[in-house]
T-cell receptor
Framework: AQKVTQAQTEISVVEKEDVTLDCVYE???????LFWYKQPPSGELVFLIR??????QNEISGRYSWNFQKSTSSFNFTITASQVVDSAVYFC??????????????FGKGTKLSVIP | GAGVSQSPSNKVTEKGKDVELRCDPI?????LYWYRQSLGQGLEFLIY????????KSGLPSDRFSAERTGGSVSTLTIQRTQQEDSAVYLC???????????FGPGTRLTVT
């Protein structure tokens, strides 16, 4: 069965520090998709990134970067020069064919990031 | 463009009553998902709709839960004979296709007293 583990429950950093959020996943499928979502205090889940299992290229978007390593089944997320607005709960998620082919998201428990000014 | 909308935003109901939660997906999105977010269980999948195909109900926690999607667009999640353990935030998401990114609505916070 698929599983996503985010070992860091809460992280606190001082503004402008870099921070990495860890995500480890388990799946039996060779084709799967990985996601990161942000849930700010307002509550709405915001999509950040989607990667498929065949594309291991790292991706950078502004201050955000993602490191996908199939060899370690990890999909880590780094925020460079953190800002107070980055304070939120971040969820890593996996979708694969298992089940009825619905590709529903299996979420990790989330990491609560607090950026202190 | 318009995102996923859900109504009501909050619902307080007495134990044993039925509730209906509504989701309007993004126009043109064929895939629609319902999830539930609670402190104890995190984010859990409930049900998936794709076009006119039979839904995947594998995540529904009991037969008190049901959902329908009319005309390939609006969806309604119904919980019959609500219990206190049904208290949670119910989230709806839609995507262009099932393997694409899912966009979430603001959720309905359900409180069963």
């Amino acid at each position: 069965a698929q599983k996503v583990t985010q070992a860091q429950t809460e992280i606190s950093v001082v503004e402008k520090e870099d921070v990495t959020l860890d995500c480890v996943y388990e799946t039996r499928d060779t084709t799967y998709y990985l996601f990161w979502y942000k849930q700010p205090p307002s509550g709405e889940l915001v999509f950040l990134i989607r990667r498929n299992s065949f594309d291991e290229q790292n991706e950078i978007s502004g201050r955000y970067s993602w490191n996908f390593q199939k060899s370690t089944s990890s999909f880590n997320f780094t925020i460079t020069a953190s800002q107070v607005v980055d304070s939120a709960v971040y969820f890593c998620a996996l979708s694969d064919y298992s089940g009825a082919g619905s590709y529903q998201l299996t979420f990790g428990k989330g990491t609560k990031l607090s950026v202190i000014p | 463009g318009a995102g996923v909308s859900q109504s009501p935003s909050n619902k307080v109901t007495e134990k044993g009553k039925d509730v209906e939660l509504r989701c309007d997906p993004i126009s043109g999105h064929t895939a629609l998902y319902w999830y539930r977010q609670s402190l104890g269980q995190g984010l859990e999948f409930l049900i998936y709709f794709q076009g006119n195909s039979a839904p995947d109900k594998s995540g529904l926690p009991s037969d008190r839960f049901s959902a329908e999607r009319t005309g390939g667009s609006v969806s309604t999640l119904t919980i019959q004979r609500t219990q206190q353990e049904d208290s949670a935030v119910y989230l709806c998401a839609s995507s262009l296709q099932r393997t694409y990114e899912q966009y979430f609505g603001p959720g309905t916070r359900l409180t069963v007293t």
